[in-house]
């Protein structure tokens, strides 16, 4: 699992088989690393949920928002990933 991004109480990831989906996306979970709150958001073609395990509709809607205000980074962070490179995590907090 690669960490892209982490975000006020969230984080961004992705895992090493998400390479063979065809459509970009990106995992979400909270930073307590709560197994049982995790959504899904495709980002491309557009940005949209996918799946969604117990975030609230206020969550998910601020999720959303920094996917599409950090779209540019996290996009960035997956080039690299999929390139098999190492991942360095970018802490938006600091």
């Known amino acids: 699992m690669g960490k892209l991004l982490i975000f006020l109480k969230y984080v961004f990831y992705v895992y090493s088989s998400d390479v063979k989906e065809n459509r970009r996306h990106v995992h979400v979970t909270d930073k307590k690393r709560d197994i049982e709150r995790i959504c899904k958001f495709w980002i491309e073609p557009k940005i949209e949920l996918h799946e969604n395990i117990r975030f609230s509709e206020k969550e998910l809607n601020e999720i959303e928002k920094l996917v599409r205000t950090n779209i540019k980074t996290l996009n960035e962070q997956?080039?690299?990933?999929?390139?098999?490179?190492?991942v360095k995590s970018i802490n938006k907090n600091e």
């Open 78 to 86: 997956l080039d690299v990933f999929y390139t098999q490179k190492t």
